[in-house]
């Protein structure tokens, strides 16, 4: 319904050194899902309040469906937001809170009572609308959040960390019910998190977020695959991807390439590499093999990950033979950690 | 080796809980007891006596004190300055200690100055900024009077304490001088007691400053409003020292009020039974008040 754009964005908050968003650029397509990741601190809720108008920004501009928004209040931005408590008013029932908006906006009250029944049956909440927030479990307070966001039907969504007060069993069926929430609401949605799994689950592109910058924006196949430079290589996957210094380049490799022997078809570009591994951890879907991997650059420890369909047999405190197929290689910069050409090993 | 485990496993007297708890609470309950407990029941005793500063003898005589307070007109008309005094301070310090703690809690330049001139009064010994109002308020050189002849608002003077109207308002204003920092400090705890997150979310929902006012700040600091109210009426009603130094109750008793009536009565007077009789009257009302304000405050779902 609106695209989100931000120009040259700049925060800096008084007393520190550091810049919070350090002119940042960034713009969403229309009704696009898009991911804010990064570790804390890197300024991705500061973005995100930037955008909803609750923080002004020290220079740079914020413009949703190419209206200028700087210097609007929030309430000016047709935007909604669900916040990391949920932050439900306390002393009001479930539909007071999905109704506040609408009242502050000036709908009738006939009106107001169909919306909020309209929102509520939407997410599966109406025998839960008469009670208040502390009677509510973690899941039914964020669909109770998610309907006082959705009832103003605003041009844009900005949910900040809506999941990590979740259990972790909840979470991955609120996952589910937001990515199904949005594919029916199909509104643009801008979603800030620190966890790479809802990041990767729930993004039509994800924008890798340290230091106040953006390190990479691209769909979720991209920032794995191809990783624009270390900080993203290494941040995203777990295990994070093996980098080996090799003379003025580093060599990055997913776990999952590097494999024993046989197991792969090796392509024409395949490094054979000797892998001495220290230990084992047996995941149960998957094995993490931690050693020592020689023959690419500098001795490096790295691990290597086996799905548990590769049943060969790795004896510990022995050196065996491990391919990586050239396909899977990557080439970085040694100072600016940048990509670089792909080159022969 | 046996010697030694016998010695470690002894158990010290300061080892039962027993003992300790009781050991811990010692002081205050004899704190209590002697400062507290003993005057209450001994006004009790005195109330249904005979007793007084030159035949300090106990002589039993029932509830004729009571009877004899009650019929006295200047007793109700102190009970109702009690009622009427404590009761218009707490709304404008309510009024005023909300609007002072929004103010306050904003940033601006000099926060921590004005909030520290602003707890000033609550810091004064009462009697002492009692005096010094004595002063603001005088008959004839009341700096006020003087501002307000200088603005051309006012010709001669008020005689703030002589005028029985004047006299009860410059009583409130005194006792809301004094109440209103208290009362702010504690509001400004419950507000920054409201999570961030739902001041931002009362404002992405598009409350204006009114409705987020009405709708969620002041729900939200009900329950530390009703403390402040609890501990800023218990002050005003049991405070004597404000009327004493001001108007000694007058002008004819137009601000006498419970606590300075039972002194007039019981110590200058020199009838202690009727003065621990009249301060009697204070205990039930207080009781009502606390029970009444601390039972809505638990009732009041917040949080």
């Given at each position: 319904?609106?695209?989100v754009?931000v120009?040259h964005?700049t925060?800096k908050?008084?007393g520190n050194?550091?810049?919070a968003?350090d002119?940042?650029d960034?713009?969403t397509t229309?009704?696009?899902?898009?991911?804010?990741?990064?570790?804390s601190?890197c300024?991705k809720?500061?973005l995100l309040?930037l955008i909803?108008?609750l923080?002004q920004?020290t220079?740079?501009?914020v413009l949703i469906?190419?209206?200028p928004?700087?210097g609007?209040p929030?309430r000016?931005r047709k935007?909604a937001?669900?916040?990391?408590?949920?932050?439900?008013?306390?002393?009001k029932?479930?539909r007071k809170?999905?109704e506040?908006?609408?009242?502050a906006?000036?709908?009738e009250?006939?009106d107001?009572?169909k919306?909020?029944?309209?929102?509520?049956e939407l997410l599966?909440?109406t025998?839960?609308?008469d009670?208040?927030p502390?009677h509510?479990?973690?899941g039914?307070?964020?669909?109770v959040?998610?309907?006082r966001?959705l009832?103003?039907?605003?041009?844009?969504?900005?949910?900040d960390?809506?999941?990590?007060?979740?259990?972790?069993?909840?979470?991955?069926t609120a996952?589910?019910?937001l990515?199904?929430f949005?594919?029916?609401?199909?509104?643009?949605?801008i979603?800030?998190?620190?966890?790479q799994?809802?990041a990767?689950g729930?993004?039509?592109r994800?924008?890798v977020m340290?230091e106040?910058r953006?390190?990479?924006?691209?769909?979720?196949?991209?920032?794995?695959h191809d990783p624009a430079?270390?900080?993203v290589?290494?941040?995203l996957g777990?295990?994070?991807?093996?980098i080996?210094e090799r003379d003025?380049v580093?060599?990055?490799?997913?776990p999952e390439s590097?494999?024993p022997?046989?197991?792969?078809?090796?392509?024409?570009?395949?490094?054979s590499?000797?892998f001495?591994?220290?230990r084992?951890e047996?995941?149960g879907?998957?094995?993490?093999?931690?050693?020592?991997v020689s023959?690419?650059?500098a001795?490096?420890?790295?691990?290597?990950m086996?799905?548990?369909?590769v049943s060969v047999?790795?004896p510990?405190?022995e050196t065996?033979?491990?391919?990586?197929?050239?396909?899977?290689l990557?080439?970085?910069d040694?100072d600016?950690?940048?990509?670089t050409a792909?080159r022969?090993l | 080796?046996?010697?030694?485990?016998?010695?470690r496993?002894r158990r010290?007297?300061?080892?039962?809980?027993?003992?300790?708890a009781?050991m811990m609470?010692l002081?205050?309950?004899?704190?209590?007891v002697?400062?507290v407990a003993?005057?209450?029941?001994?006004?009790?005793?005195?109330?249904?006596s005979d007793v007084?500063v030159?035949d300090p003898?106990?002589?039993?005589v029932g509830?004729?004190?009571?009877r004899?307070?009650?019929?006295?007109p200047v007793?109700r008309?102190s009970l109702?300055?009690?009622i009427?005094?404590?009761?218009?301070?707490?709304v404008?310090?309510?009024v005023l200690?909300?609007?002072?703690?929004?103010?306050?809690?904003?940033?601006?330049?000099g926060?921590?100055?004005?909030?520290?001139l602003?707890?000033l009064?609550?810091t004064?010994?009462?009697p002492?900024a009692?005096i010094?109002w004595?002063?603001?308020?005088?008959?004839?050189f009341?700096p006020?009077?003087?501002?307000?002849?200088?603005l051309?608002?006012?010709?001669g003077?008020?005689h703030?304490?002589?005028n029985?109207k004047?006299?009860?308002?410059?009583v409130?204003t005194?006792?809301?001088?004094?109440?209103v920092?208290?009362?702010?400090?504690i509001?400004?705890?419950?507000l920054?007691a409201?999570p961030?997150?739902?001041n931002d979310?009362?404002?992405?929902?598009g409350?204006g400053?009114?409705?987020?006012?009405f709708?969620i700040?002041?729900?939200?600091t009900l329950?530390?409003?009703a403390?402040a109210?609890?501990f800023g009426?218990?002050?005003?009603?049991?405070?004597m020292?404000v009327?004493y130094?001001?108007t000694?109750g007058?002008?004819?008793?137009?601000t006498q009020i419970?606590?300075t009536?039972a002194?007039f009565?019981?110590?200058?007077?020199?009838d202690l039974?009727?003065?621990a009789?009249?301060?009697l009257?204070?205990?039930?009302l207080?009781?009502?008040?606390?029970v009444?304000i601390l039972?809505?405050?638990?009732?009041m779902?917040?949080?």
């Amino acid at each position: 319904m609106a695209i989100v754009e931000v120009r040259h964005l700049t925060k800096k908050f008084e007393g520190n050194a550091t810049f919070a968003v350090d002119d940042l650029d960034l713009a969403t397509t229309e009704d696009e899902y898009l991911v804010l990741l990064g570790p804390s601190g890197c300024g991705k809720t500061t973005l995100l309040r930037l955008i909803a108008g609750l923080e002004q920004p020290t220079s740079g501009e914020v413009l949703i469906g190419g209206e200028p928004m700087v210097g609007l209040p929030p309430r000016a931005r047709k935007i909604a937001m669900v916040f990391q408590s949920y932050a439900l008013y306390p002393h009001k029932t479930a539909r007071k809170n999905i109704e506040f908006p609408l009242k502050a906006s000036g709908m009738e009250p006939g009106d107001r009572a169909k919306k909020v029944e309209w929102a509520a049956e939407l997410l599966g909440i109406t025998r839960l609308l008469d009670r208040r927030p502390r009677h509510l479990s973690g899941g039914e307070r964020q669909r109770v959040a998610l309907a006082r966001a959705l009832v103003r039907e605003p041009d844009v969504f900005l949910l900040d960390e809506p999941l990590s007060n979740l259990d972790a069993k909840l979470r991955a069926t609120a996952r589910d019910d937001l990515k199904q929430f949005q594919d029916r609401v199909g509104t643009t949605t801008i979603y800030v998190t620190h966890d790479q799994v809802e990041a990767m689950g729930l993004g039509d592109r994800i924008a890798v977020m340290s230091e106040g910058r953006i390190r990479q924006l691209g769909t979720p196949h991209e920032v794995y695959h191809d990783p624009a430079d270390t900080f993203v290589a290494t941040f995203l996957g777990s295990p994070p991807m093996n980098i080996v210094e090799r003379d003025d380049v580093l060599v990055g490799f997913r776990p999952e390439s590097l494999l024993p022997k046989g197991v792969v078809e090796p392509d024409d570009d395949a490094v054979s590499v000797p892998f001495s591994v220290h230990r084992v951890e047996n995941l149960g879907s998957e094995r993490h093999l931690v050693g020592t991997v020689s023959g690419i650059g500098a001795d490096t420890r790295v691990i290597a990950m086996l799905p548990s369909t590769v049943s060969v047999e790795v004896p510990v405190d022995e050196t065996a033979e491990f391919v990586i197929r050239g396909a899977d290689l990557r080439f970085f910069d040694k100072d600016t950690g940048g990509r670089t050409a792909r080159r022969r090993l | 080796m046996s010697a030694v485990r016998a010695t470690r496993r002894r158990r010290y007297l300061f080892d039962r809980d027993g003992v300790l708890a009781p050991m811990m609470l010692l002081p205050s309950v004899v704190y209590i007891v002697a400062l507290v407990a003993v005057p209450f029941f001994l006004a009790i005793a005195y109330s249904l006596s005979d007793v007084t500063v030159g035949d300090p003898s106990f002589d039993y005589v029932g509830l004729r004190n009571f009877r004899a307070v009650l019929k006295d007109p200047v007793f109700r008309r102190s009970l109702t300055n009690s009622i009427f005094i404590t009761a218009v301070t707490m709304v404008l310090v309510l009024v005023l200690a909300k609007i002072l703690a929004l103010v306050l809690t904003r940033d601006f330049r000099g926060k921590w100055g004005v909030r520290f001139l602003i707890l000033l009064p609550w810091t004064t010994p009462v009697p002492l900024a009692a005096i010094a109002w004595l002063w603001m308020l005088d008959s004839l050189f009341s700096p006020i009077d003087w501002t307000l002849r200088r603005l051309g608002l006012l010709e001669g003077n008020l005689h703030w304490l002589g005028n029985s109207k004047l006299a009860v308002a410059s009583v409130i204003t005194v006792q809301v001088w004094r109440i209103v920092p208290l009362a702010a400090v504690i509001i400004m705890a419950g507000l920054a007691a409201i999570p961030q997150d739902i001041n931002d979310a009362a404002e992405v929902d598009g409350a204006g400053f009114w409705r987020k006012l009405f709708e969620i700040t002041i729900p939200l600091t009900l329950p530390v409003t009703a403390v402040a109210t609890l501990f800023g009426a218990v002050l005003v009603f049991t405070d004597m020292s404000v009327v004493y130094v001001l108007t000694r109750g007058g002008p004819v008793d137009a601000t006498q009020i419970l606590p300075t009536w039972a002194f007039f009565r019981g110590i200058q007077g020199g009838d202690l039974a009727q003065g621990a009789a009249v301060a009697l009257f204070l205990f039930p009302l207080l009781l009502a008040m606390a029970v009444l304000i601390l039972r809505s405050v638990r009732r009041m779902e917040v949080l």
